[in-house]
């Protein structure tokens, strides 16, 4: 066993609702102890100008740019960052020196693999001097240099996770973990240990930009909305006929890759509706390039409480004769994983191990990543 450290992991996803926040002790390798976590939700105003970050990433051609008001976007970022992590270690009694290395995930703006171009803000030297902890980010730009996607990162904490499940009997591969976040991503763990991951398709984000631009509310809250209307069979093709479930290659997907439906291809509910049934075709689509037909999809992400999703998801899978079961039906936290799996990498990428592999991310070969920001080094 290597050298156990105890690390936080901050995570701003796609869905950019909020930071989540989680502690791990753990030796970047097989040992794995989950400590508590929290989600601080954005405010409305915040959401709205990381919106704004998103269109002003889109003229980024290298990946230190930082055009209108980007630059002040990622220091607020940052301090809200380091905030959350006052905040999580006052409410658990953590002070500052019990905690190693924080892995800081910053908030992806611009994701163009095609272009080896990916950009996530988040100032790792301000949030070392704010926390006064070492920080570990920037880990999807060396996957890059080297010939990867640049995602997913979160699969080697997913097999760490089902190779100690696998241990004590509670789960048998072939067993796929699937992250319903703002985009979906898959990852395979196979019997003999093999490790395949992928973005699987659109997640949450065309339904909350549906909901969003019809209704004046982030998300569909337990799919209310959705289980009022009806599949339109059509407008849910247009979606599973792109190229990207059909493609050769696996590649990485930009929040903006899929747009959200027109106003006048459906009423609110039944948008709502497709989109959801969209969201769990597309992972069962995508889980088709698989070599074998997992036993079980282990769902986390904030989709899986969208029961119009699951029961979609459910009944697909089923057909393939696989079980799906949330994340916390087999001991996990689907609302911490993420966090969990950045505070993983960091303590990973401190030991110089590989945070990607050519089936995780098509790298050519496995690569450590990350930078690093030491607090006392200002
Ligand atoms: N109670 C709920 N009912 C339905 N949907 C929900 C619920 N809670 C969260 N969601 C959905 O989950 C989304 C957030 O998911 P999550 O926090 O996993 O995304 P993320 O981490 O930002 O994304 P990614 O994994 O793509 O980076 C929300 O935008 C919403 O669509
Ligand atoms: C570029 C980027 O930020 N990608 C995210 C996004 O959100 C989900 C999916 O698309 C995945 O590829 C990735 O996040 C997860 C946590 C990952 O890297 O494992």
């Avoid at 905040?87 to 924080?102: C, H, L």
């Avoid at 010939?147 to 699969?155: D, F, M, S, T, V």
Wanted: with cysteine; hydrophobic share 40%.
């Amino acid at each position: 066993m290597g050298k156990i450290m105890t690390a936080i992991g901050l995570m701003s996803g796609t869905s950019m609702d909020g930071i989540d926040v989680a502690l791990l002790r753990t030796d970047g390798d097989a040992f794995v102890e989950r400590g508590p976590s929290a989600g601080y939700a954005y405010d409305p105003r915040f959401r709205d100008r990381l919106k704004q970050g998103l269109e002003e990433a889109k003229s980024i051609t290298s990946r230190e740019q930082r055009p209108g008001s980007l630059a002040e976007l990622e220091r607020e970022l940052t301090l809200r960052h380091a905030e959350a992590v006052q905040t999580f270690m006052r409410n658990n009694n953590i002070k500052s020196d019990a905690v190693d290395i924080i892995g800081f995930h910053g908030q992806t703006v611009l994701h163009r693999p095609d272009d080896a171009l990916t950009v996530q803000i988040g100032d790792g030297a301000l949030l070392a001097r704010e926390t006064g902890i070492d920080i570990v980010y920037d880990m999807r730009a060396n996957d890059m240099e080297h010939g990867g996607q640049g995602a997913p990162l979160i699969p080697v904490y997913h097999a760490a996770l089902a190779r100690n499940a696998t241990a004590d009997g509670k789960l048998e591969a072939p067993v796929v973990f699937v992250n319903i976040g703002g985009i979906s991503n898959l990852t395979y763990i196979g019997a003999d240990d093999g490790l395949i991951a992928y973005d699987s398709g659109p997640g949450n984000t065309l339904i909350d930009q549906w909901v969003e631009a019809h209704a004046g509310i982030p998300f569909d809250q337990g799919g209310m909305i959705a289980s009022e209307g009806s599949v339109l069979p059509e407008l849910a093709e247009r979606y599973l006929l792109n190229p990207f479930f059909s493609a050769d290659r696996r590649r990485s997907l930009d929040r903006n890759d899929f747009a959200a439906p027109e106003g006048k291809d459906a009423s609110l509910e039944d948008g709502a509706r497709t989109l959801a049934y969209v969201t769990a075709a597309a992972i069962v689509k995508s889980a088709g390039h698989l070599p074998t037909t997992p036993r079980a999809y282990i769902v986390c992400g904030g989709g899986r409480l969208n029961p119009v999703i699951m029961g979609d998801l459910g009944s697909q899978a089923k057909t393939h004769g696989a079980n799906v079961l949330s994340a916390e039906a087999m001991g996990f936290n689907g609302d911490s994983m993420e966090a969990e799996a950045w505070a993983y990498l960091a303590v990973r990428a401190r030991e110089g191990l590989p945070l990607t592999y050519p089936g995780t991310t098509g790298v050519r070969q496995p690569v450590t990543g990350g930078k690093y920001a030491l607090h006392g080094a200002h």
